[in-house]
């Protein structure tokens, strides 16, 4: 009888249990946010009561898979160029910084990519749109060279689909991402099989089935992936050494394995040496590569180094590195460094901080609000370039057949 009576008991405690993990939460009773209960902890209201009209909480299980998505695990990073400044710039001064964790492109963006994007377009949008978007392809063009055949076929011909599209400006990048991240959520939602109306084409966050916005990352993340120190990790918090390129060693051939002597990257070699000697070429590309052609860093990401540089979200400005913020740095404009700062042209009243013109024949500088940084060596740069730390800039609205982008995105409900 008392064995029968402390069965009972312990089926009511457990009982009891249960109906408290249920109502509030797992782990314990704790509520988390994939287990949040039935019942508010602030009000003790239920949740999903449609009879009633309670809040709804829909079902996540974390942020969903997004498309050529790789994982960055933030943390702790010197910034900086670590490689010889032989052009005298002391623009990526080392300071140390934190970058959140985020998600970056496996690869550049191809000509299939941007292809399928103006087809869309075509179809859902206006002509003036579509026009906009259509890449520059006259960059390949040279007065002294004949690259003729790449104006008509590098963007089109099914041959190179799968290199890196250039000819786009920074504002047609971004642009391009915000189109990315309607597309992959609306297919999201029709995956979920969920009904979800749309508010001014917005898949409401709270539903959990939805993306972050694809972007350009910014120069602090670009930079940090392409270091991919995670592979340099010793013992705890510790790194074995520095490096100059995505990849170890100071040289750019690969010194190990059945790979050995191979180039670790698609760059320009010297003076009029694109790729080598016929019969053993040594990184195999007059101009780009395909977006998988070389090995991939310790983040598992391609081309990092060379085959086309890559458009970031900062603005440039050549003291970044005195003015920053040491969580997530990002220069979104001229804050505490005026562009007009930078034009000989013009004299600054130290009494009124008005501008007037000094006269027509002074140096006007490129450093403007509309200056963007792009990073990255390309097929036409030689190996300094491949740095990740050295840094260029050009005008958000031109283009260039050696810049491409890359996309990222924030990992969602992370604090790291």
Not at 23 to 38: D, I, V, W
Not at 231 to 244: A, C, F, S, V, Y
Not at 302 to 329: C, I, K
Not at 380 to 397: C, E, H, I, N
Request: glycine share 10%; with cysteine; hydrophobic share 35%.
């Amino acid at each position: 009888m008392k064995t029968c009576f402390r069965l009972l008991s312990l089926l009511a405690v457990s009982s009891a249990i249960l109906s408290g993990c249920a109502l509030f939460g797992g782990g314990g009773g704790k509520p988390t946010s994939t287990n949040p209960g039935q019942i508010s902890t602030a009000t003790g209201l239920a949740y999903n009561d449609e009879d009633a009209g309670t809040y709804k909480v829909s079902d996540y299980e974390g942020q969903p898979d997004a498309p050529n998505m790789i994982f960055i695990e933030g943390g702790r990073a010197v910034m900086g160029s670590f490689e010889e400044d032989v052009m005298a710039y002391r623009d990526n001064i080392e300071r140390t910084v934190s970058v959140a964790s985020f998600f970056m492109d496996e690869t550049e963006i191809a000509n299939i990519h941007w292809l399928e994007y103006m087809w869309y377009l075509g179809k859902d949008s206006t002509q003036e749109v579509l026009a906009a978007a259509k890449p520059d392809t006259t960059v390949w063009i040279g007065k002294l060279a004949f690259n003729d055949p790449y104006v008509e076929h590098y963007l089109r011909y099914p041959g190179f689909r799968y290199f890196p599209v250039v000819g786009v400006t920074w504002t047609q990048a971004s642009e391009y991402a915000v189109w990315r991240t309607r597309a992959v959520n609306i297919a999201l939602a029709k995956d979920a099989g969920e009904e979800y109306a749309e508010t001014d084409g917005r898949i409401p966050l709270e539903s959990g089935i939805v993306v972050p916005a694809y972007r350009l990352p910014t120069e602090a993340e670009w930079e940090y992936a392409a270091q991919a120190m995670i592979g340099t990790q010793w013992l705890d918090e510790m790194q074995t050494h520095q490096r100059i390129y995505p990849w170890d060693g100071h040289a750019v051939r690969n010194p190990y394995g059945k790979q050995m002597g191979y180039m670790l990257a698609n760059f320009k070699r010297g003076r009029g040496d694109y790729a080598g000697i016929a019969g053993r070429l040594n990184d195999g590309a007059l101009i780009t590569s395909q977006i998988y052609e070389f090995p991939p860093n310790d983040y598992g990401l391609y081309n990092m180094a060379g085959n086309v540089s890559e458009w970031v979200q900062d603005v440039y400005r050549p003291m970044t590195f005195q003015d920053f913020d040491d969580l997530n740095p990002i220069r979104r404009d001229g804050f505490l460094d005026d562009a007009k700062d930078y034009n000989n042209n013009l004299i600054k009243d130290p009494a009124t901080g008005q501008y007037t013109e000094r006269n027509a024949e002074s140096f006007t500088s490129l450093v403007t609000d509309r200056a963007r940084v792009y990073k990255g060596g390309s097929w036409k740069d030689v190996a300094y370039w491949m740095s990740p730390g050295t840094r260029r800039f050009l005008d958000q609205d031109s283009a260039t057949a050696t810049i491409g982008f890359r996309c990222a995105m924030i990992k969602a409900g992370s604090n790291y």
